[in-house]
């Protein structure tokens, strides 16, 4: 079965900074990868995405994401945070032919001025 | 285009009360999901369509019902409310199977049992 853990719950980053989210997955096979993003009072919309290839990939808003196979990881970066990257991360894994994304518990970011 | 729309927006309910909440989604998807958000848990999901007509239990079914007469609707029932069904619930849909595909969600509705 698939599973996802994100070990932080809060982080808090200066405006400026560089941010590191972390994404450890567990599944048998090729896993497709998600990162979402989470504004007060919204839905979901979707950041970036991993099927296959390249094992770093380019998202909206500035932020990418790297595939480790090595490490079960599917770690959300970002140069330089602004004010409104203030929300909440779910990272999601799923694969091919799968019905349904498992989503892991989140990551709320807090940014500092 | 108006995407993934649910209405209510927000509803309280007396226990043993009932309700059904509606998800529209105009992007011609054959995929369709109800989530619920509880803090600390994530998204977990309760049922999802693959098509008009069909429905399936997702990881947490009970104490709901759903249908999918339309293509683009999708209704999430709760016949006898019970404070544990205090959630945000968040409607989504995607043209592939959700595993590989992107998934696109509703603003969500939040409902309170009392």
């Known amino acids: 079965a698939q599973s996802v853990t994100q070990p932080d719950i809060h982080i808090t980053v200066s405006e400026g900074a560089s941010l590191e989210l972390r994404c450890n997955y567990s599944?048998?096979?090729?896993?497709?990868l998600f990162w979402y993003v989470q504004s007060p009072g919204q839905g979901l919309q979707l950041l970036l995405k991993y099927f296959s290839g390249d094992t770093l990939v380019q998202g909206i808003k500035g932020f990418e994401a790297e595939f480790k196979r090595s490490q079960s990881s599917f770690n959300l970066r970002k140069p330089s945070v602004h004010w409104s990257d203030a929300a909440e991360y779910f990272c999601a894994v799923g694969a091919r032919g799968f019905q349904k994304l498992v989503f892991g518990t989140g990551t709320r970011l807090l940014v500092s001025p | 285009n108006a995407g993934v729309t649910q209405t209510p927006k927000f509803r309280v309910l007396k226990t043993g009360q009932s309700m059904t909440l509606l998800c529209a989604q105009d992007m011609n998807h054959e995929y369709m999901y109800w989530y619920r958000q509880d803090p600390g848990m994530g998204l977990r999901l309760i049922h999802y369509s693959v098509g008009e007509g069909t429905t399936a239990k997702g990881e947490v079914p009970d104490g709901y019902n759903v249908s999918r007469l339309k293509k683009q609707n999708f209704l999430l029932g709760l016949e006898s409310a019970a404070p544990s069904q205090t959630s945000v619930y968040f409607c989504?849909?995607?043209?592939?199977?959700?595993?590989?595909?992107?998934?696109?969600f509703g603003p969500g509705t939040r409902l309170t049992v009392l």
């Open positions: 599944y048998g096979a090729t896993p497709y």
């Open positions: 989504a849909s995607s043209y592939a199977l959700a595993g590989g595909a992107e998934q696109f």
